[in-house]
């Protein structure tokens, strides 16, 4: 039998590499985090953490065995934070990313509103690009993530809560300003356009549907 805690360690140990920084996360000392985890190895009859003086290296069942465990700490959180939630007001903190083309636009409305509702709700932003904003939700460092779909997120759960249109702006006299609507296919020819950076999913959305070389 492992324990929720005896899971804690593990995963700090294993964003940290490091055993004595995975202590000072989980508050312990670094003697009572290495008892645990050696405790959790023997339960589960296999080395999770090869350790010497330099370096800690993830074997590969434990590659396996911390990817199920980040699951099932995840849930069990969600689990504890619906029992309070099912008798008391939303009150416990929460942390959510937004991409920078998103967070603009939906904060300003959408923050006074949960004040309004629920004044005790303590909910800590991070603006960053998908990849590491998927990262921090596999990670246990983020609660949830609002991304532009499709995006590739293995073992999460993704919902849909609106769509948008995707608008092209040309000048006056470009040569497909007059039209109502323009398709991939005129895009393709046009080697002029101006996307947002590497890392932003939006560009590599329109990068896919019009089908662009890799140096655009």
């Known amino acids: 039998m492992i324990t929720l805690r005896q899971i804690q360690f593990a995963l700090a140990v294993a964003r940290h590499k490091h055993f ?11 003697s009572a985090l290495s008892l645990g985890i ?6 589960l009859g296999v080395i999770v953490f ?6 800690v290296v993830i074997t ?4 396996e065995l911390l990817r199920r465990a980040q699951k099932i ?23 959510i990313g937004f991409i920078p083309t998103i967070a603009p636009f939906l904060l300003p409305q959408a923050l006074p509103v949960i004040h309004k509702a629920y ?6 932003i991070r603006e960053d690009v998908s990849e590491r904003l998927v990262s921090a939700v596999h990670n246990g460092m983020l609660d949830a993530a609002l991304i532009a779909l499709p995006y590739d997120t293995p073992g999460l759960n993704t919902f849909e809560i609106g769509s948008e249109r995707f608008y092209v702006v040309l000048h006056r006299n470009h040569p497909l300003s007059e039209q109502a609507k323009i398709t991939a296919k005129q895009l393709r020819s046009d080697n002029t356009l101006i996307l947002l950076g590497d890392g932003h999913c939006l560009k590599d959305h329109i990068v896919e549907i019009c089908k662009f070389r890799n140096e655009i």
Not at 119 to 124: A, I, M, R, Y
């Open 50 to 55: 090869e350790r010497n003086n330099k370096q």
């Open 20 to 30: 004595k920084r995975a202590a000072e996360e989980c508050n312990i000392s670094q």
């Open 73 to 95: 700490y995840l849930d069990a959180q969600q689990l504890v934070e619906q029992a309070h939630a099912s008798h008391e007001t939303l009150y416990f903190p929460m942390a």
């Open 38 to 43: 050696a405790e959790m190895e023997k339960n």
């Open 119 to 124: 004044p005790k709700f303590e909910l800590n």
């Open 60 to 63: 590969p069942i434990g590659e």
